[in-house]
């Protein structure tokens, strides 16, 4: 069992900077859906974004701005020739229609304002510090802004790492709360794949020699304030594809209107430009067309709010598609460190005996596995925590020639170490029993431990890779979902298996090397599956590379990072499924919005078309099953209710549809139910209730 060398870094620096942070927490991203600031800012950005060059990209809401133009032009040429009854309606019309395509645009800037929101936050991080850069003679001072990727600085305890790098020399605690919001510090050490950095964060113990590895204005911090501002640029396939499909619809009812003006002079009905334009805009799915934008941004804002920050918008939608995700054993599924859990004497020795001498081996070995071997000596046999004073021992460390350690004390030698070298160092073969406790350990996917003392063996720690709480609900849950998971590990095909089937994956890759990842995830996307991954150290890049949702971790190294197409803040690998599940919650929003936006159209079908008509062809009137007031209260609380609706459904835009894990069928069933038939009814709930409204006003304004 190796020792990790231990990091110079005081428990009391940890302790200290920790009681400093403590109560502060994670600092919380959410916006609130009432901040007046924000609701103030997007409010000027609204009126902004009611430029034409800015709804070109929107068809929908384009075609409703430009009926808005036509209705106010309309209005303005009753209002000069006198005709104020017709002034009135029309005008209405028209403001109803201007706040129809200003909600739209204002669920937008909402959207946008909460990621801008979360920039300024980051750039508030950005700071020009000093750097001590080495030259040939020592070092120089300069500053931040100078520095060039390639370049070496010493950043000491207290000072900020002034920009992107790799560590090639020391050990230290970094606080990364500007970065993360995680007030706890980690360690960041050179070599292995917790060797970046990142400018803004500051050095808390210790000292740092370090790389630089980006130049100005191309840090991970540049990056990340950059690609959230620029969230409400991209568009996913998914969703360009409904927005073409919106469109075709709204040219599809531009020519179905168009159609009816002739229709009405052929039935001497006079239908004015007004109730053809109401007439386009119920029929239009504004609301979906409204909320799309706002949709798509704030599910990468979601994302930012989980620590996550997203690449590319194609990969915040994968997400959503994704059916395997592959999972590595070692942090993500396991604890990442082996634990003892039991303890098997050798025939003719007592559990108490070998419960001594393991924990006795153990003192002076600070491993987890070493301290797990003293904690369970003595919880589960009442041994108190020994001192190596106690017994006047000397430690022996370990060594990758012995593969143990131990100790000697009062003349007795005591060892712990690999099954092959302990054997070998009480020179014979394991007994029959030994044998086999260690053959059944093995194939349960624990690792054995032999102790033995004065050339004898006493028995068999048995240390397990501990299963994280909760891991095996949540993959019976992707299960569910129609999501198979793999486990990626390094060990040998038998104790793979036992773990994979503790965990509850649906399959695993046992001696995984870089290319055997890279391979398996190439084959697997060839069979038509949509694979996401999650990887720190440069190994993982090449499979990380080919992944659909490839996540790297913060903490990685820089070939990991620039593999991925998400960074995960907190270097959590078990985020991905988090992930998956907000990807999902996007595709079920938008599937939600969109089923309700196309029902809720229906209603206003039965208030408008025969209001149109009905002069002509009093057989309409059957239609009027709401029992609309008239004809023009009729099609104004269709277009009052059309635009009401979109700021209503802001907050479930933005927020999302919430989202449990099931399969396509019982979500698309549900959804159906609930946004679809919702969406039937409580339009002609509504539309009732503002054509009351509409009539009472009507009346108090004609008796004045």
């Given at each position: 069992m190796s020792t990790a060398p231990v990091p110079s870094i005081s428990e009391q620096e940890l302790a200290s900077h920790k009681s400093g942070s403590e109560g502060k927490g994670k600092r919380s991203r959410k916006g609130s859906f009432i901040d007046p600031e924000l609701i103030r800012r997007s409010l000027g950005q609204s009126v902004r974004k009611l430029s034409p060059a800015?709804?070109?990209?929107?068809?929908?809401?384009?075609?409703?701005?430009?009926?808005?133009?036509l209705t106010t032009i309309d209005a303005f040429r009753y209002l000069f020739e006198g005709k104020m009854s017709s002034f009135s309606f029309t005008g209405q019309i028209s403001l109803w229609l201007w706040l129809t395509?200003?909600?739209?645009?204002?669920?937008?800037?909402?959207?946008?304002?909460?990621?801008?929101?979360?920039?300024?936050?980051?750039r508030k991080t950005r700071t020009d510090t000093e750097a001590r850069r080495e030259v040939a003679n020592g070092y120089e001072m300069?500053?931040?802004?100078?520095?060039?990727?390639?370049?070496?600085?010493?950043?000491?305890?207290?000072?900020?790492?002034?920009?992107?790098?790799?560590?090639?020399?020391?050990?230290?605690?970094?606080?990364?709360?500007?970065?993360?919001?995680?007030?706890?510090?980690?360690?960041?050490?050179?070599?292995?794949?917790?060797?970046?950095?990142?400018?803004?964060?500051?050095?808390?113990?210790?000292?740092?020699?370090?790389?630089?590895?980006?130049?100005?204005?191309?840090?991970?911090?540049?990056?990340?304030?950059?690609?959230?501002?620029?969230?409400?640029?991209?568009?996913?396939?998914?969703?360009?594809?409904?927005?073409?499909?919106?469109?075709?619809?709204?040219?599809?009812?531009?020519?179905?209107?168009?159609t009816l003006a002739p229709f009405s002079s052929y039935s001497h009905t006079t239908v004015s430009i007004t109730v053809l334009i109401a007439l386009l805009v119920a029929l239009a799915p504004t609301t979906i067309g409204g909320l799309l934008s706002a949709i798509g941004i704030s599910g990468m804002n979601r994302l930012f709010e989980a620590n996550v920050l997203a690449l590319s918008g194609r990969a915040v939608e994968a997400a959503g598609d994704v059916n395997v995700i592959m999972l590595d054993k070692t942090g993500t599924l396991t604890l990442g460190n082996r634990y003892a859990t039991e303890f098997v004497p050798?025939?003719?020795?007592?559990?108490?005996?070998?419960?001594?001498?393991?924990?006795?081996?153990?003192?002076a070995d600070e491993t987890p596995e070493g301290r797990s071997i003293v904690v369970f000596a003595k919880e589960h046999y009442?041994?108190?925590?020994?001192?190596?004073?106690?017994?006047?021992?000397?430690f022996v460390p370990?060594?990758?020639?012995?593969?143990?350690?131990?100790?000697?004390?009062?003349?007795?030698?005591?060892?712990?170490?690999?099954?092959?070298?302990?054997?070998?160092?009480?020179?014979?073969?394991?007994?029959?029993?030994?044998?086999?406790?260690?053959?059944?350990?093995?194939?349960?996917?624990?690792?054995?431990?032999?102790?033995g003392e004065d050339r004898k063996l006493l028995g068999v720690i048995y240390l397990k890779d501990v299963v994280k709480e909760g891991i095996k609900e949540?993959?019976?849950?992707?299960?569910?979902?129609?999501?198979?998971?793999?486990?990626?590990?390094?060990?040998?095909?038998?104790?793979?298996?036992?773990?994979?089937?503790?965990?509850?994956v649906d399959d695993f890759l046992a001696e995984a090397t870089p290319e055997k990842k890279m391979e398996f995830v190439k084959s697997t996307r060839a069979q038509g599956y949509m694979v996401g991954m999650v990887g720190d150290g440069t190994n993982d890049a090449p499979a990380l590379a080919n992944a659909d949702v490839a996540v790297a971790m913060n903490t990685g190294t820089m070939a990991a990072r620039e593999a991925g197409n998400m960074i995960d803040l907190d270097s959590n690998p078990t985020k991905l499924i988090e992930i998956v599940e907000v990807g999902k919650q996007i595709l079920i929003t938008r599937g939600a919005l969109t089923t309700f936006s196309v029902a809720n159209d229906v209603a206003k079908y039965f208030a408008i078309i025969p209001a149109m008509f009905m002069v002509a062809f009093p057989g309409l009137a059957a239609l009027n099953i709401m029992h609309l007031t008239s004809p023009r209260s009729a099609i104004l609380s269709a277009i009052i209710f059309n635009a009401l609706i979109i700021p209503a459904l802001i907050p479930l835009a933005l927020r999302g549809v919430k989202y449990k894990a099931a399969e396509a069928a019982v979500i698309l069933r549900k959804n159906l139910l609930v946004y679809g038939l919702g969406g039937l009814v409580l339009p002609f709930i509504g539309i009732k209730l503002i054509d009351m409204v509409v009539t009472v006003l009507h009346l108090v304004s004609v008796a004045h």
């Open positions: 800015s709804l070109a990209h929107n068809p929908v809401m384009f075609a409703v701005e430009i009926g808005s133009v395509v200003l909600f739209s645009t204002f669920a937008e800037a909402m959207a946008e304002g909460r990621g801008q929101a979360h920039a300024d936050a980051l300069v500053s931040a802004t100078q520095l060039v990727k390639g370049d070496i600085v010493v950043v000491e305890a207290g000072e900020l790492i002034p920009g992107d790098g790799e560590v090639i020399e020391g050990v230290a605690a970094v606080d990364e709360s500007a970065i993360t919001g995680e007030s706890a510090p980690v360690i960041r050490e050179s070599g292995g794949d917790r060797s970046a950095v990142t400018g803004g964060t500051k050095v808390i113990s210790d000292r740092l020699r370090i790389k630089i590895t980006a130049d100005r204005g191309e840090s991970f911090l540049d990056r990340m304030i950059s690609l959230i501002e620029a969230a409400k640029r991209q568009k996913t396939p998914n969703e360009i594809a409904l927005a073409l499909l919106l469109a075709g619809l709204t040219l599809i009812f531009l020519v179905v209107v168009m050798a025939k003719g020795v007592s559990e108490q005996k070998l419960a001594e001498a393991a924990q006795l081996s153990s003192l009442g041994l108190r925590e020994q001192t190596i004073a106690d017994r006047k021992a000397t370990f060594s990758a020639q012995t593969r143990m350690s131990g100790v000697n004390y009062d003349g007795h030698e005591l060892r712990k170490g690999a099954v092959d070298a302990v054997t070998d160092w009480v020179g014979g073969e394991l007994p029959p029993d030994v044998s086999d406790t260690v053959a059944r350990i093995s194939n349960e996917g624990g690792t054995p431990l032999l102790v949540r993959l019976a849950a992707l299960r569910r979902s129609g999501i198979k998971t793999v486990m990626i590990t390094g060990d040998n095909p038998v104790t793979a298996a036992a773990i994979a089937k503790e965990v509850g």
